[in-house]
């Protein structure tokens, strides 16, 4: 009996897939925030990437899955979806042991990924308005983040260091409202705010809203 085929994969081939599929993420995400989504093809995309039409729809889909890949690809830091509990700051904040270094690692976090991530989520938001496309995968990732933070919330009620006042979905809509990419661009894009400025004040808000004894 002969042995069965092996399909064979050309690491070249994957590397040049890959670099392939990096160039319609950022021609997509340049294109998606500056002239809005409905306002951008699939061709403008292939455009700007120096790619033929169908190696976008052959690389990454339509154009409702690249928005989709593009958001992923801020959140992640990636061209590629990363889930929550594979993400190194994740894995940081739970061997953190007290709740005030859970919150800067956090805070720290978030600075790193609001630059690439809230512009893109404010082009999805707005054609959210009138793509139901983009609305569902609006509720989708807002829920997402939603549910992150429940488990953020039960994390950092480990640590014993919490208001008993506030219950983990207090905690967690807290965190949810001021680590968004809309509070984001308020305060660095529209007030000018510098990164550091925005993580510091982020870790120590957290700390004076959240703790029982918040730092002096």
């Known amino acids: 009996m002969s042995e069965p085929t092996r399909a064979y994969r050309s690491p070249r081939r994957a590397a040049q897939a890959a670099a392939t599929r990096h160039l319609i993420l950022t021609a997509s995400r340049e294109l998606f925030t500056k ?12 455009e700007r990437a120096e ?40 894995a940081e904040i ?11 690692r956090y805070a720290a976090a978030i600075t790193e990924m ?7 989520v404010i082009a999805l938001r707005q054609a959210a308005i009138t793509d139901q496309e983009c609305a569902d995968l609006w509720n989708e990732i807002s829920e997402r983040r939603a549910r992150n933070m429940r488990l953020l919330a039960a994390d ?6 919490l208001r008993p006042d506030l219950s983990d979905d207090d905690i967690a809509d807290i965190i949810w409202g001021t680590n ?3 509070f984001w661009n308020l305060m660095v894009t529209e007030r000018g705010w510098s ?21 002096t």
């Not at 950092?156 to 260091?161: H, K, Q, W």
Request: glycine content about 4%.
């Open 195 to 215: 990164h550091e400025q925005f993580e510091h004040w982020l870790a120590d808000a957290w700390a004076r809203l959240l703790l029982a004894r918040p730092p």
């Open 35 to 46: 002239q809005g989504y409905a306002a951008t093809t699939v061709a403008d995309i292939a």
């Open 114 to 120: 609001q630059p690439r991530l809230a512009p893109i």
């Open 156 to 161: 950092l009620r480990t640590t014993g260091e």
């Open 51 to 90: 790619v033929a039409l169908d190696t976008v729809y052959a690389a990454v889909g339509p154009k409702p899955v690249v928005m989709r890949a593009v958001l992923e690809s801020a959140i992640s830091g990636t061209d590629d979806a990363v889930p929550a509990e594979q993400r190194p700051y994740v």
């Open 180 to 182: 968004s990419p809309e």
């Open 94 to 104: 739970q061997a953190a042991r007290s709740a005030p270094e859970k919150l800067r």
